[in-house]
């Protein structure tokens, strides 16, 4: 029985957003609940000083694959909100933003404190002690970053309205353009930094900065699932496989972009008649989105430490750790305050994570979490179908393969010039990316992943199809025009 516009009652007994409304869907990517409830927990916090904050959200874990739910109508209204108040203020948006990098840069400096050995040397009470502060500092860290991220989707939502009321024929290539972000993200930075490694001639100050570099972005293929330290092999490997003069163009490129995007953000504006107060609300979005990705870089690194402390209490309290990563944070600081173990294993076939607007979050496992989550991710699509459209989030035209991914783990499968489709993109992802000819998507917007990168790669990329995955068969010949924002098998 419905019983308003966005709540149900479902045959459970459970209160829930309507699964017939749009919803907003993150996921499928690769994770485990002690990393993504740092992100859901603080959903509370955030509430309480900012009424108009998360929406119900439900967060579905599965043998290492999450997928997160939320009312796609409510998280853009209570966006434009975060939007108007904190990122159009430059004020506003300039002292948040301070606040928030350095709780990121506080995360950075853990390095000193956390590491293996000194994990290991530690006596109890200082292990918890490193702990609690470790965890105060990224609670603080989820805290400020939320505000971007639900400024995305409200400024995402303002600057199209503004957008089609001027120039609604032309929408898709101004809409682009205007929200692209004028820095480079922290993978392209990486990468630009690795290159110029490339050109030093001198093999001694070469392997000087090889491991200089190694020890700045060992954490670049970490995931929520699990944390990976990259040796010096394999930024070594990356480099074998360019040339010194493909090196050379690539730096050009990547030091060029900031100036290109400003050229292209005026020649748009010109081209199209646009007025001052649309540029102000695209640069805003712009800086909004390229907070958000600057974010996943030190998110990346937080979940490094995460995994030493895991694994150091694994062994002190005699946990398996695939168990321990099931744990919330909160049953993490009981084991270490009052030595309160308890039985994760259920929750490897199921574990959902359900955050009510009155800040309660509740807990489910194995039938009932699947029959909970189950009407949100269920996907219904005439399978005789040649062509779908999507949100078109950087332009051009490509034909090639399909090389349908599921996980960053297959993406050995990803071949030079294939389009890549996957029902979200994660950082994780950027090795295939940067093989794709084009993108891609089931789910996302103009502010997500697989759009930012995509327009920094240059390539054609159209997100949002909801089914692409699904339709698509690996290896199919497919078109990918996004003036048309459309897909079709060829």
Known sequence: MVLTISILYNCLGVFMMDPKRELFKWGPID????????????????????????????????????????????LKDNGEFFFKKY????????????????????????????????LSELNN??????????????????????????????????????IQKINNEHFTIIYERLCAPLDIS??????????????????????????????KYYWLSNNYEDATILGVSFFRERLNRISIKDAEIKIIELEAFRRKTLDEKEKIMNEYNLNGDILEIGNSLSYSIWWQDLRKKYIFIANHYIKLFLMEFSKRYNIDFLEICHYTVDEIISLLKDNKKINTRERFSGFLFHFKEDGIIDYYTKEKARSLILPYIEKKFDKNAKEITGIAVSRGTVVGFARILHSPKEISKMKEGDILIASFTSPDYITAMRKAS?????????????????????????????????????????????LNGTIRKV
């Open 125 to 162: 009470e200082d292990l918890k002690e490193l702990f609690f502060k470790f965890n105060w500092v990224y609670n603080q860290f989820w805290f400020y970053g939320f505000i971007p991220e639900l400024s995305n989707w409200g400024g995402e939502k303002y600057l199209k309205e503004k």
């Open 186 to 215: 922290f993978f392209q930075k990486e990468e630009l930094e690795l290159l110029k490694i490339k050109l030093i001639e001198n093999k001694e100050e070469f392997e000087k900065e090889l491991e200089t570099h190694q020890k």
């Open 438 to 482: 084009g993108i891609v998507t089931d789910e996302g917007g103009i502010t997500c992943h697989a759009a930012i990168v995509s327009r920094e790669l240059g390539i054609p990329c159209i997100v949002g199809t909801k089914v692409a995955t699904k339709l698509f068969k690996d290896g199919e010949k497919i078109e990918v025009d996004c």
């Open 31 to 74: 994770a485990r609940p002690v990393y993504l409830d740092y992100f859901i927990r603080n959903f509370h916090s955030f509430n309480q000083k900012y009424p108009s904050g998360w929406p119900e959200t439900l967060m579905f874990i599965k043998e290492d694959r999450c997928i997160c739910v939320l009312d796609y109508l409510i």
């Open 87 to 118: 990122i159009l203020n430059e004020k506003e948006r300039d002292s948040a933003f301070i606040i928030w990098f350095d709780f990121a840069k506080q995360l950075e400096n853990f390095a000193n404190e956390v590491s293996d050995r000194r």
